[in-house]
């Protein structure tokens, strides 16, 4: 199954390979395969942050902002070898999305955080 994340006026993304000091506008719709998330968590900002933006210009991030975090299964990671140090091992990082969702982008939050919500069993 597929989770559409449709372009919508203030939503950003967020994902592993970025800086996290950066967060880059939706500017297009996108599916992320949701048979890969391993996990799903969603929190709002709390406090004023700052971020930039991919033109390196300063971007506030409000207090009330959404946050979905996806994070992918071991399936989609990077391997990090920690070659010449005394303990030699493989380091497996997950790879994530975050969506941000700031105030007037309520809509596109509630319609992704119901499919999800109803992607999940509980008792």
Do not use: W
Not at 39 to 54: D, G
Request: net charge neutral.
């Amino acid at each position: 199954m597929f989770l559409e994340v449709k372009r919508s006026p203030m939503s950003y993304l967020q994902h592993k390979d970025m800086d996290p000091a950066y967060i880059a506008p939706i500017t297009r719709d996108f599916r992320i395969n949701m048979n890969f998330v391993a996990e799903c968590s969603h929190y709002t900002i709390r406090e004023n942050t700052t971020r930039k933006t991919l033109d390196n210009n300063n971007i506030t991030v409000p207090v009330d902002t959404n946050v979905i975090h996806l994070e992918m299964s071991y399936t989609h990671s990077t391997h990090t070898h920690q070659r010449n140090q005394k303990d030699e091992h493989t380091i497996n990082e997950r790879y994530y999305f975050k969506l941000v969702f700031f105030p007037g982008a309520e809509n596109e939050f509630l319609r992704i955080k119901t499919i999800i919500d109803r992607l999940t069993f509980s008792d």
